[in-house]
């Protein structure tokens, strides 16, 4: 084993290696303890950043939990549930935006919540957002084995051969140091975002009648066999239960939006560049995720046995709708090209989970809040015992061996949607903190660099549907067996475990170290940010006068492609 030792990760910013000397006061504020240590200089560039934002949004929640929650529910239904759910995100990720673009913290949303809120919400946070990664790891790799099951079925070869075979693959990865992590997950990101937008115009014009068959299906699949499927009940009571549950795949398709806010510490300009990435947070909704669940709705019923999710699929059946709407258009090969971009864009969001699961232990330990042995390096700076920790985890996804893929899939999601919707709940109960504590402190809202479109109202909107989510989200382990000795007790488990984990978490925290709710009045609100604004004052001087050797070249990027990330 390489030689271990305390050296500050390459990305991590100098504002959070202050933790590791046992400043438990400033740590728990997210401050700075040095004022020597503002540096917005990182390992990873502006690029590398945007693009594993990016490519952590879009992943198996979109191409492969969409097809779950068409053949349960519908075209129509998963439309309004996708297109609402994106509401609620923007809402949350503005809400995110207004405190990140006043005070970039290297700690992101958790030293925000200690900040603003309550220190035993911080860690908490912390603590809920490394469980939410964790399990996106193993649902990866789960991900990975259905896909690959197009082509060899788990009767086969079993898929624990796969999960080795990633498993392995992305622990080196990440072992290899964030630098060669960095440029790998900007390229693979890259072609995630292109080949997606390559299968959204395909299916635009697979449903005006462009492919082989000429079979101009506009909404047919809307009529016959209907735009809303039943679930559980018949009739309208059916049809509604069935869009409920399409809410659970809504929100786990759009879980890893908020990442921004763990990048904070490290963009850069940040003033400039999270105000400009929650304003296009809307477009990335509407083109990456509404557009393309209305496209697929028009090209496969819900009741089409290709499904991998439909009742009566077969084994081999696709694990992601897209797939299934080019087989059933005839384009011969294309399915196959698809299916392994899909396992590509599996294997990256695999990767990038690992990284942030193991960045989030490791900033934990930084500022006292897990064991400090997840905080130490080896002499190239990455934070090996973090990603042991994080990668044994994965491990779970064995679970694969001995269970059927798409019950294990469902599992994770159900594990990992709770997970994230504690993540959004604590994030806009921490900006409604936010906003109490800047009108008791009366700083006006032209100070801000970014305002929040509707307010501390979006935010209390917001956080009445994620709590409802959060709580019915699974509603069918009660209603769908009748008898109790036939109650879904795993998805019941699953569905709900992270709520009791969450409260004991922070009520174990307050009885352990005695802390109080923060006052308004005496928040936080200015350590470090004098520090923060020179320094990049310092940076856009810098950035500016290397921009206009470079104008020309640049505009090109800025005029037409920049929106997209």
């Given at each position: 084993m390489a030689e271990v030792k305390h050296e500050v990760f390459p990305s991590q910013s100098p504002l959070q290696e202050d933790y590791s000397k046992g400043d438990v006061t400033t740590a728990e504020g997210g401050g700075l303890s040095d004022p020597n240590h503002v540096n917005l200089e990182r390992a990873l560039k502006a690029r590398h950043i945007t693009m594993i934002a990016i490519g952590g949004a879009i992943g198996t929640g979109l191409i492969i939990g969409t097809g779950e929650a068409l053949a349960k529910a519908g075209p129509a239904a998963i439309l309004i549930a996708y297109a609402w759910v994106g509401f609620i995100v923007y809402l949350v990720m503005c809400a995110l935006g207004e405190m990140a673009a006043w005070l970039p913290l290297p700690s992101g949303f958790t030293g925000y919540a200690v900040r603003f809120c309550d220190p035993a919400l911080g860690f908490t946070l912390g603590w809920t957002y490394w469980f939410k990664y964790i399990i996106l790891s193993p649902n990866q790799l789960t991900a990975g084995a259905l896909v690959i099951s197009y082509w060899i079925p788990a009767e086969k070869v079993n898929p624990g051969v796969w999960i080795t075979i990633f498993l392995i693959a992305i622990i080196c990865i990440n072992y290899f140091g964030v630098r060669f992590f960095g440029e790998f997950e900007?390229?693979?990101?890259?072609?995630?975002?292109?080949?997606?937008?390559?299968?959204?115009?395909?299916?635009?014009?697979?449903?005006?009648?462009?492919?082989?068959?000429?079979?101009?299906?506009?909404?047919?699949?809307?009529?016959?066999?209907?735009?809303?499927?039943?679930?559980?009940?018949?009739?309208?009571?059916?049809?509604?239960?069935?869009?409920?549950?399409?809410?659970?795949?809504?929100?786990?398709?759009?879980?890893g939006t908020e990442l921004v806010g763990v990048t904070v510490g490290e963009a850069q300009n940040p003033r400039r560049t999270i105000p400009r990435a929650i304003k296009l947070t809307f477009w990335r909704i509407l083109v990456f995720y509404v557009l393309s669940v209305l496209l697929v709705g028009t090209l496969v019923p819900f009741n089409d046995k290709k499904l991998a999710f439909a009742i009566g699929a077969s084994s081999s059946a696709a694990a992601s709708p897209f797939v299934v709407a080019i087989e059933l258009s005839g384009?011969?090969?294309?399915?196959?090209?698809?299916?392994?971009?899909?396992?590509?864009?599996?294997?990256?969001?695999?990767?990038?989970?690992?990284?942030?699961?193991?960045?989030?232990?490791?900033?934990?330990?930084?500022?006292?809040?897990?064991?400090?042995?997840?905080?130490?390096?080896?002499?190239?700076g990455v934070p090996v015992f973090a990603l042991g920790i994080s990668a044994i985890f994965a491990l779970l996804a064995y679970m694969n061996v001995t269970s059927d893929s798409k019950v294990v899939f469902k599992y994770f999601v159900n594990l990992v949607t709770i997970?994230?919707?504690?993540?959004?709940?604590?994030?806009?109960?921490?900006?409604?903190?936010?906003?109490?504590?800047?009108?008791?402190?009366?700083?006006?809202?032209?100070?801000?660099?970014?305002?929040?479109?509707?307010?501390?109202?979006?935010?209390?909107?917001?956080?009445?549907?994620?709590?409802?989510?959060?709580?019915?989200?699974?509603?069918?382990?009660?209603?769908?067996?009748?008898?109790?000795?036939?109650?879904?007790?795993?998805?019941?488990?699953?569905?709900?475990?992270?709520?009791?984990?969450?409260?004991?978490?922070?009520?174990?925290?307050?009885?352990?170290?005695?802390?109080?709710?923060?006052?308004?009045?005496?928040?936080?609100?200015?350590?470090?940010?004098?520090?923060?604004?020179?320094?990049?004052?310092?940076?856009?001087?810098?950035?500016?006068?290397?921009?206009?050797?470079?104008?020309?070249?640049?505009?090109?990027?800025?005029?037409?492609?920049?929106?997209?990330?």
């Open positions: 900007f390229w693979l990101s890259s072609f995630k975002v292109i080949v997606i937008l390559g299968i959204i115009l395909l299916s635009f014009i697979l449903m005006l009648g462009g492919g082989p068959d000429h079979d101009r299906k506009g909404f047919r699949y809307w009529k016959s066999p209907g735009a809303f499927n039943t679930y559980i009940e018949t009739g309208d009571a059916g049809r509604f239960l069935a869009f409920w549950s399409s809410m659970v795949s809504a929100t786990f398709a759009y879980l384009i011969p090969v294309l399915s196959h090209i698809i299916n392994a971009c899909i396992l590509l864009f599996v294997f990256s969001a695999a990767n990038s989970d690992l990284y942030i699961a193991t960045r989030t232990i490791y900033g934990l330990a930084r500022e006292n809040k897990a064991p400090r042995i997840f905080a130490r390096t080896d002499r190239r997970f994230g919707l504690l993540t959004w709940i604590s994030i806009l109960v921490t900006h409604i903190c936010f906003v109490r504590a800047r009108k008791a402190q009366n700083v006006p809202v032209e100070s801000l660099a970014y305002v929040a479109p509707l307010g501390v109202a979006g935010s209390y909107i917001a956080l009445g549907f994620c709590i409802i989510i959060a709580l019915t989200k699974n509603y069918d382990v009660f209603t769908h067996n009748k008898k109790w000795g036939n109650f879904d007790y795993k998805n019941f488990i699953t569905a709900y475990l992270g709520i009791p984990l969450y409260l004991i978490m922070i009520t174990g925290y307050k009885l352990i170290t005695k802390c109080k709710r923060v006052d308004p009045a005496t928040a936080d609100l200015w350590t470090g940010k004098d520090e923060i604004d020179r320094e990049e004052a310092a940076y856009i001087a810098k950035r500016e006068a290397e921009t206009e050797k470079h104008a020309q070249s640049h505009w090109f990027y800025q005029k037409f492609v920049s929106w997209l990330f």
